[in-house]
C-alpha cells in the first residue's frame, strides 16, 4: 500500500485540500472545461453489453418506484409486492409521462400517475382503467425487456443493444451474505470517460508508480478467460506493524461487475458497480465489506485504512479519465502492460463491432514477460 507515499503523484495538484463533503461532492459532480465527445473520440467506443448495477438492494424497498438513467436511456425501476424489481422503459406508450416521477406501484404493477394505465414487467399495459379495451400497440411488450437480477445485494439489468439475452451470469460473493463480515460501506463517483478506459486501468503496469505511488510497478499475473479477467499480485504492504507480505487479487466479469480482494493485511473484499450512463460518463459504486473481527476491533483503523486507500486511487485515476482522450492506435512501449491484448478481449463485449459472436480465446500471460 501506498498511503505515506502518494501525497507526491503528480495528481496530488488536484486532489488537495479536497476532503469530507468537498471530496463527496467532487466525485460526482460535472466537470468543467473538459473537450467535446468528439474530439476525445468517445464516440467511437459503443457502450459494452452485460450486466450492470443500477441500484443497491436497500435502495428500493417493496412498493417503491425510481427514475433513472443509464445506458443513454430513461428507465423506471420498481420493486412490487412479490419482493421483485423490475425496470422498464420510462415513458408511457399512452401521452408520454415519465413514470419516474410520481408512478405508483400497484400489486407487482406499475401504475402511470398520468392516467393510471398500468404496466407489467414486460412493459406491456395490462389495466386501463377507464377504458373498455387496452389499445392492442399499448398491450404488446416493449421490443426491449430489460432483465432484472439482484446479486451481491445490487440490483442489476442486463443491457446489450440488439436485445439479446443474457451470456452468463453475474458473479456472487458469500462474505456479502456472512453475517461475521461487515454491513457495506458504499463510495461513489461519476467519472466522465468509457468503462473502457477505467478498466484498462487494470492492465495499465506503469501507472502505478506514477498516479498511486506505489513504489515499485506490480508483477501482477494476468489471465483473460472468456467474459472474466483476472489477476493477481503478491505485495509487500508497508503497516504500522512492520512490512506484511498480502496478495492482492482482481477481477472482472464482463464489463459491468469487478472486485477487488486483499489479503494479508486487513483482509477486504470489494465489490464494484460500473454502470454506462451515456456515451460519456460511467457511474462507479464501490462497496466494502470486511470480517467485523478485523473491521470492528482494534484493527479497525487498519481496515478503514484500506478502504481510504482504495477510494483514493480512484480519486487519482478520475483526474485523468475525466479529460483523457480515447487513443484508437495508441503507442505503447514495452513496460506497459498488456494494454493491447486488454483491448481485444473488451471488444468482444461490443455488439456493433460483431464481436460477440467470436468466442475469446483463453490468454494468459505475466507481466514481467509482457
Ligand atoms: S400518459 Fe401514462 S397513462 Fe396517460
Ligand atoms: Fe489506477
Known amino acids: 500500500m501506498s498511503s505515506n507515499t502518494t501525497s507526491h503523484v503528480a495528481v496530488w495538484s488536484q486532489l488537495e485540500g479536497l476532503s469530507g463533503n468537498d471530496l463527496t461532492a467532487w466525485r460526482m459532480n460535472p466537470v468543467d472545461n473538459r473537450a467535446s465527445i468528439s474530439e476525445r473520440n468517445l464516440d467511437t467506443l459503443p457502450m459494452p ?62 401504475e402511470c400517475p398520468f392516467h393510471a394505465w398500468e404496466y407489467n414487467s414486460k412493459g406491456s399495459v395490462v389495466a386501463v382503467p377507464y377504458a373498455k379495451k387496452i389499445p392492442p400497440s399499448a398491450a404488446r411488450p416493449c421490443e426491449k425487456e430489460w432483465i432484472v ?8 439489468v442486463w443491457y446489450h443493444p440488439f436485445n439479446e439475452p443474457p451470456k452468463w451470469q453475474p458473479e456472487t460473493f458469500e462474505q456479502v451474505y456472512d ?17 473502457q478506459n477505467m478498466a484498462e486501468n487494470g ?20 489471465e483473460f478467460d472468456g467474459h472474466k479477467r483476472t489477476a493477481s499480485v503478491d505485495a509487500k504492504m508497508p503497516t504500522p506493524k512492520g512490512v506484511v507480505d498480502g496478495t492482492i487479487a482482481y477481477g472482472t466479469v464482463g464489463a459491468g461487475q469487478s472486485w477487488t ?30 470480517p467485523k473481527t478485523e473491521a470492528e476491533g482494534p484493527m479497525a483503523s487498519l481496515a478503514k485504512a484500506m478502504r481510504r486507500e482504495i477510494c483514493k486511487q480512484l ?27 486488454f483491448r481485444k478481449y473488451f471488444s468482444q463485449f461490443y455488439a456493433e463491432w460483431g464481436n460477440d459472436k467470436k468466442q475469446m480465446t483463453k490468454l494468459k500471460m505475466d507481466n514481467r514477460t509482457e
Open 203 to 222: 492492465v495499465d503496469a506503469a501507472h502505478f508508480k506514477y498516479i498511486h505511488g506505489t513504489n515499485d510497478f506490480p508483477d501482477y499475473d494476468f
Open 49 to 110: 453489453f452485460g450486466w450492470f448495477m443500477v441500484a443497491y438492494t436497500d435502495e428500493l424497498l417493496v412498493g417503491e418506484v425510481k427514475p433513472l438513467f443509464y445506458f443513454g436511456k430513461d428507465l423506471v425501476l420498481w420493486r412490487g409486492e412479490d419482493g421483485r424489481a423490475r425496470v422498464i422503459d420510462a415513458y408511457c406508450k399512452h401521452l408520454g409521462a415519465h413514470m419516474g416521477y410520481g408512478g405508483r406501484v400497484k400489486g407487482n404493477s406499475l
Open 149 to 156: 437480477k439482484e446479486s451481491n445485494k445490487q440490483i442489476l
Open 315 to 341: 480519486d487519482q485515476d478520475k483526474v485523468v479519465w475525466d479529460r483523457q482522450k480515447y487513443m484508437p492506435k495508441p503507442s505503447i512501449c514495452d513496460g506497459d502492460g498488456p494494454i493491447l491484448p
Open 261 to 290: 480482494k486483499f489479503s494479508g493485511i486487513s483482509e477486504t473484499l470489494m465489490v464494484a458497480g460500473i454502470t454506462p450512463i451515456d456515451q460519456e460518463r460511467t457511474h462507479i459504486r464501490f462497496a466494502f465489506t470486511q
Open 179 to 195: 453475517t461475521n463480515w461487515t454491513d457495506y460501506k458504499k463510495y461513489e463517483w461519476i467519472v466522465h470517460g468509457p468503462v
